[in-house]
């Protein structure tokens, strides 16, 4: 292993660290990331363009070979995520911005840490990738939609300025990696090794421009935000498991279904409420982005001890 490789496993392993460091220092020092705020969906154009160059045909292979598991795993992923979504704010009463913000969160695709996840978890990695691959290409039409149902009963929404925002952020940038990786291979390959690096950094940055952005209201509901992150990710990855045994799935493919449910593409979220709502509502997305990283990692090390039982 070279030493970008090295580099770039250091920081994928320590990457919740990171994250709290920069939150605590733009929170502390807001004037020095707040200016991040308008690039956003370009930084996670980059994240999308590089999930691309990692994508194969193989990825949806899976969707032909065992259509059901994976059309399971898709729906799961988009009802029961924003159903929980909006039954907690409801529930919890909370603030219109930080309900429409928990909302956008849990109608997003899953997200590549899932994949992960299920890795370590020693789950069915090939459905978990199926899973989420299927659930981006969807997102354009499918996360809209949820919005529009859920958060509709907070603030009227322009769907043409959603499908764009997703558009721009997630299926162009998709688009274009897929281009280059069928035009140019060597280049594809030789930046494999450098993704993980620049995706991590990419992802703090965004984080910061947001913690940045929302600091007052940090201040005021922060926790309650947490709070609610942590409940959402939680019963997210128990429904989960749950349906996928209901299906009477295998272990492996319940705990593929868990991580592709309980984890979810918030940096889109990220960008979708910084383009349509407010910096406040991009808090819970910023917030699930660390803490579904610290939940998949201990609920995969537990994972990874459980066994089929005969």
């Given at each position: 292993?070279?030493?970008?490789?090295?580099?770039?496993?250091?920081?994928?392993?320590?990457?919740?660290?990171?994250?709290?460091?920069?939150?605590?220092c733009?929170?502390?020092k807001?004037?020095?990331?707040?200016?991040i705020?308008?690039?956003?969906?370009?930084l996670?154009?980059?994240?999308?363009?590089?999930m691309?160059?990692?994508l194969?045909v193989?990825?949806?292979?899976e969707?032909?070979?065992?259509?059901?598991e994976?059309?399971?795993?898709?729906?799961?992923?988009?009802?029961?995520?924003?159903?929980?979504?909006?039954?907690?704010?409801v529930?919890?009463?909370?603030?219109?911005?930080?309900?429409?913000?928990?909302?956008?969160?849990?109608?997003?695709?899953?997200?590549?840490?899932?994949?992960?996840?299920t890795?370590?978890a020693?789950?069915?990695?090939?459905?978990a990738?199926?899973?989420?691959?299927?659930?981006?290409?969807?997102?354009?039409?499918?996360?809209?939609?949820?919005?529009?149902?859920?958060?509709?009963?907070?603030?009227?929404i322009?769907?043409?300025?959603?499908?764009?925002s997703?558009?721009?952020?997630?299926?162009?940038?998709?688009?274009?990696?897929?281009?280059?990786k069928?035009?140019?291979?060597?280049?594809?390959?030789?930046?494999?090794?450098?993704?993980?690096?620049?995706?991590?950094?990419?992802?703090?940055?965004i984080?910061?421009?947001?913690?940045?952005?929302?600091?007052?209201?940090?201040?005021?509901?922060?926790?309650?935000?947490?709070?609610?992150?942590?409940?959402?990710?939680?019963?997210g990855?128990?429904?989960?498991?749950?349906?996928?045994?209901?299906?009477?799935?295998?272990?492996?493919?319940r705990k593929a279904?868990?991580?592709?449910?309980?984890?979810?593409?918030?940096?889109?979220?990220?960008?979708?409420?910084?383009?349509?709502?407010?910096?406040?509502?991009?808090?819970?997305?910023?917030?699930?982005?660390?803490?579904?990283?610290?939940s998949?990692?201990?609920?995969?090390?537990?994972?990874?001890?459980?066994?089929?039982?005969?």
């Amino acid at each position: 292993m070279n030493v970008i490789e090295k580099f770039g496993k250091f920081l994928g392993n320590t990457f919740p660290f990171w994250v709290l460091l920069i939150s605590v220092c733009a929170f502390y020092k807001p004037d020095y990331f707040v200016w991040i705020s308008p690039y956003i969906p370009i930084l996670l154009g980059i994240v999308m363009f590089g999930m691309g160059l990692t994508l194969t045909v193989d990825d949806f292979k899976e969707v032909f070979r065992r259509p059901k598991e994976v059309t399971i795993g898709v729906i799961g992923h988009f009802v029961i995520m924003p159903l929980v979504a909006f039954f907690l704010s409801v529930l919890l009463r909370l603030p219109p911005e930080v309900a429409i913000g928990v909302i956008l969160v849990g109608s997003c695709p899953s997200g590549t840490a899932s994949n992960v996840m299920t890795f370590l978890a020693k789950g069915d990695v090939a459905l978990a990738v199926s899973i989420a691959s299927v659930s981006t290409i969807l997102s354009p039409i499918v996360t809209p939609l949820l919005i529009i149902l859920f958060a509709g009963k907070w603030t009227y929404i322009d769907p043409l300025n959603l499908i764009g925002s997703i558009v721009q952020v997630v299926i162009i940038p998709i688009i274009l990696a897929l281009i280059i990786k069928s035009f140019f291979r060597p280049f594809a390959k030789a930046s494999e090794k450098v993704l993980p690096i620049v995706t991590v950094i990419t992802i703090i940055i965004i984080i910061s421009a947001v913690i940045a952005g929302s600091q007052q209201q940090l201040a005021q509901s922060g926790l309650l935000i947490f709070m609610v992150v942590v409940l959402h990710n939680g019963i997210g990855f128990l429904l989960g498991y749950l349906m996928a045994k209901l299906f009477k799935m295998d272990l492996a493919k319940r705990k593929a279904i868990t991580m592709e449910v309980g984890i979810q593409n918030s940096g889109l979220g990220v960008a979708i409420a910084m383009s349509n709502f407010s910096p406040l509502a991009a808090v819970p997305s910023a917030i699930f982005s660390v803490w579904h990283n610290i939940s998949g990692s201990i609920l995969a090390a537990l994972f990874s001890r459980m066994k089929e039982k005969k």
